[in-house]
């Protein structure tokens, strides 16, 4: 040990590494005027960018951007009764709330999403949108900021994670039950109302949520060593991944029709979800297929030599680490199953999309084509820029220990 | 099925394997007694890894019979799982649970296998990081340990089902020249406190301090079974002498 000690005195003082500064005026002509060619590409593209952006400026600055916040309550939950939008408010303060928690017993990154939440709220509050719809945003921040007081005190109590779970699990049923209401205590709304941008929303969530479970079953009953589940998982995703969604939308809308008899007939828009939810179960299968493969032999050697069973060593030792490895590839699927319930308006279900469609046919609003259009992509945009956001911070959270 | 095992903790009578074509055990037949330290040697290729895995039925063998303490090993799951708990494995490439912490990686099998509390199961676990000496390292991920750490905590993860027998399947052989001391103090403290074990290993010091018996392989044979003192001073057998004098007189 102590020859050790003297050793380490006699080793040279750790050195920064030199800093390199280039003057932007070297910068420029290094990379953007080094020859003749380079000369004019540049030249030719910065007016290229100039005229764009100029001409974007001038149309954004003369657009009728009063056909939105006209038009809002119609985008967003179409024409879902004014009388019962307090469900709508109520999902989303249960949804905030249940963030809050999370985010003040965990930390971290889900911290970081319930204070964004309770931020853009307040934000909204703030801008010109009729007092009650004031109200309501504001609300929305307070059940963050109660869930999160809530979560604190919480936090390291085993029943309250174990709460926060179930929580989290039921949310999902009673959201849509306080959306379209049960028979007998909320009146139902079903195909009555257009939904807006909330069938969207709706979509994406139930279709995420089943995929995603369906998805990781199917990809273990394709490794599965049972024959008949291999060729059942296997037949299953090679047609599904085969047929573009939108005629499995078309199937289900129409043919279910004629091959069922009417009082057992699902609702078009149960169908619509569980075509979506079992088209994108089938990516969402190779796509964990993918990660389960990574997973080297000797993980299931050691987890078998300790005496696991099987379905203690899929569980434990290799799902983990496989989904960590696909969470890129998942949330991708995440976000193009978001983007597919656009197609919902093809087979007559009043979605975002044609909700707009129906506003430009208003021959008050006439012409507002792009402003419509420009909205819905940033509404969009918004959401699947959090969501591949979040997929890249967990991605470094869970990334601790990799090898 | 049970078979009287007062002829040895474990026992191998003809046992043959292959890969597709390959034979690559060919008639092994030995006996182990409880509380032996068998070293198996040979150059690569020649069925010693095939060999020791066939007794935790990580390969299965297609002839002949292999009883570890008393139960033979068939396509029985209840025999595979009996014989999988009393049998302990080490891994040239540790194989450790890289997105469980050290402390969960040890306690685990204890906690889902043998259905111990949690808090007993933590509680067995830091004695045996204790053991292996790293008790400090619990909180880490594998990934965060020098080689010679990862091996340790793999030994305490098979030590933590309390086997009656370990396998050692060239334990220092991905190790940095430095770390390998530390794995085999520790693999020596195991054997001096009575472990029944197997090591494959090219360590040849250890051999002879260790081993009660040394076994060569060659071609999926079991060329020759000796004593320390017999094996490397007087070996029976032309290929031995070759085996020895290209790993010894460098």
Excluded at chain 1, 35 to 64: C, D, E, M, P, Q
Excluded at chain 1, 100 to 115: A, E, K, N
Excluded at chain 2, 5 to 19: A, F
């Amino acid at each position: 040990m102590n020859d050790n000690q003297q050793i380490v005195h006699t080793v040279k003082e750790q050195l920064r590494p030199p800093i390199e500064r280039i003057p932007v005026f070297r910068w420029l002509k290094e990379n953007l005027f080094s020859s003749w060619l380079n000369v004019i590409l540049t030249v030719v593209s910065t007016a290229l960018i100039v005229t764009v952006v100029f001409g974007l400026l001038k149309w954004a600055l003369g657009a009728r951007w009063e056909v939105i916040p006209a038009n809002l309550k119609l985008l967003l939950v179409g024409t879902y009764p004014v009388e019962y939008l307090w469900r709508v408010w109520t999902t989303g303060y249960m949804i905030a709330f249940l963030l809050g928690f999370s985010g003040g017993s965990h930390g971290g990154l889900m911290r970081r999403v319930s204070t964004t939440a309770a931020l853009i709220s307040i934000v909204l509050a703030v801008l010109p949108f009729p007092w009650g719809t004031r109200g309501w945003l504001v609300g929305i921040a307070v059940a963050a900021a109660v869930g999160f007081g809530l979560g604190y005190l919480g936090k390291g109590i085993r029943w309250c994670k174990r709460l926060e779970i179930a929580a989290w699990i039921l949310s999902f049923p009673i959201s849509l039950v306080l959306l379209n209401g049960v028979g007998g205590i909320l009146p139902v709304i079903g195909r009555r109302t257009t939904w807006g941008f909330l069938l969207n929303l709706i979509g994406a969530v139930v279709g995420i949520g089943l995929s995603f479970p369906i998805g990781v079953l199917l990809a273990l009953g394709r490794r599965s060593e049972l024959p008949a589940v291999r060729w059942v998982c296997t037949a299953y995703i090679e047609i599904i991944r085969g047929v573009p969604l939108i005629s499995l939308l078309f199937m289900a809308s129409i043919m279910l029709q004629l091959l069922l008899p009417a009082n057992i007939r699902p609702d078009l828009l149960i169908r619509a979800m569980m075509t979506v939810t079992a088209f994108s179960a089938a990516y969402m299968a190779e796509n964990v297929r993918g990660g389960l493969q990574a997973i080297p032999r000797g993980q299931y050697e050691a987890a078998s030599a300790v005496g696991l069973n099987k379905a203690l060593i899929t569980i434990l030792i290799i799902l983990p680490q496989a989904l960590r490895l696909v969470i890129p590839a998942i949330v991708g699927q995440f976000i193009s199953l978001f983007m597919d319930t656009t197609l919902f308006g093809f087979i007559a279900i009043l979605e975002l999309l044609n909700i707009t469609r129906s506003i430009m046919g208003n021959i008050e609003w006439r012409g507002t084509i792009f402003e419509l259009y420009v909205f819905i992509g940033i509404v969009f945009w918004i959401l699947c820029y959090s969501m591949s956001y979040i997929s890249r911070r967990m991605e470094k959270t869970l990334g601790v220990g990799e090898r | 099925m049970s078979v009287t095992s007062n002829e040895g903790i474990i026992i191998y009578r003809d046992v043959h394997k292959w890969y597709g074509d390959f034979h690559a055990l060919r008639g092994i037949t030995f006996t182990m007694q409880k509380g032996e330290v068998i070293v198996i040697c040979g150059p690569s290729g020649s069925g010693k890894s095939t060999c020791i895995r066939t007794i935790n039925r990580l390969e299965e063998h297609q002839r002949g019979q292999i009883i570890v303490d008393g139960v033979e090993l068939t396509n029985d799951l209840r025999n595979i799982d009996t014989i999988r708990r009393e049998v302990g494995m080490v891994f040239q490439q540790f194989n450790l649970f890289p997105h469980l912490r050290v402390l969960q990686n040890v306690a685990l099998a204890p906690f889902w296998v043998l259905k111990m509390k949690k808090s007993k199961a933590e509680e067995i676990a830091i004695q045996l990081l204790e053991r292996v000496g790293i008790p400090e390292q619990a909180q880490k991920y594998p990934a965060q340990l020098s080689g010679g750490q990862q091996q340790r905590v793999a030994i305490a993860r098979a030590l933590a089902m309390t086997p009656k027998i370990m396998l050692f399947d060239e334990p220092t052989s991905a190790l940095d020249p430095e770390m390998i001391k530390e794995v085999l103090d520790v693999m020596k403290e195991l054997a001096r406190s009575g472990m029944t074990m197997i090591v494959v290993t090219h360590e040849m010091g250890f051999a002879r301090e260790v081993a009660n018996r040394i076994v060569f392989f060659d071609f999926g044979q079991l060329i020759e079974e000796n004593t320390p003192e017999e094996f490397f001073h007087n070996p029976q057998h032309e290929r031995t002498k070759l085996f020895l004098s290209q790993i010894l007189d460098y």
